[in-house]
């Protein structure tokens, strides 16, 4: 089977302010490092629109309208001192929700061996009821919960290697006893949340905080010691992705230090947990990550190991 990739030029006109590190030119690069004809074998779909009552899965209704609300006819608005919308950010933010909702049915209807989302704004920072670290809508959690809720499911993974703590998605699922979230982070760093004893209402909820400049090593350690072996007790019959690519020693928001092969390497073990436990079914969406070569060639590592994978 295939890895599915969807996108959609809608993310071109989530635009924020000048010298904004989450911008349109974070698309265009993930955009022309898949063109390569090494990414030929992708099956390439637009990322849909996401359906309203998907949103409302994870979102209470007066949030979503709260969103809608502050889109602005021209120019920016502001939802808190880092966190922007534009005139076409709710279509781009509801198309990353679309994106990750069809991955989810593509692959759970074995349409694709696995799926990535590449579509921004990110999700992982927006929690049930407040847009924050350019984040509107939690799309991995809404996708988490369109596997357990459309699809019936009866558990799920989530796993986020982002280097910020996906705070939004650990809040949405706290107390889904269905899902894991276990997330790598760097600690100290924004949002501040993810410490080790925040273990969710169902003890559903693993953080593996990471010093600064740490690299490699300790981040392949708490893959391999801590984050897949709770993912393979977990049993889960999804595994759903955070990628994030900022903890790349060139990215201006951190201080992790990974490589380019470090991405390479965590999604394919993330992989080899999913062949264990759910056959290999994994759907992947986009993050954070703000150094536009070292996003490019993370993207293109990570898609690039679930292609292999996919077979
Ligand atoms: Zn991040």
Known sequence: MSTL???????????????????????????QALSDPA????IRKEAPMG????VLRCHPEDYVARIEAAIPAEGYRSLDADTHVSPGSLESAMRAVGGNCAAVDA???????NAFTAMRPPGHHAETATAMGFCLFGSVAIAAKRALDHHGLGRVAVIDFDVHH??????????????LFASSHQMPLYPGSGAAHETGAHDNVLNAPLDPMTGSAQMRAAYDQVILPAVRDWQPELILI??????HADDPLANLNWTTEDFAWVTRRICETADAVCDGRVVSTLEGGYDLGALAEGT????????????
């Open 107 to 113: 692959v759970l209807a074995g349409k694709a061996g």
């Open 300 to 311: 293109a590592a990570h898609v690039q190991v679930l292609m292999e994978v996919a077979g």
């Open 39 to 42: 990414f030929d074998g992708l």
């Open 242 to 247: 955070s990628a994030g690519f900022d903890a």
């Open 51 to 54: 359906d309203r009552a998907e």
């Open 5 to 31: 990739l969807l996108s959609h030029p809608a993310s071109l006109e989530h635009v924020t302010p000048p010298g904004h590190p989450e911008r349109v030119a974070r698309y265009q690069a993930i955009t």
């Open 166 to 179: 996906g705070n939004g998605t650990q809040d949405l699922l706290w107390s889904e006893g269905r899902a």
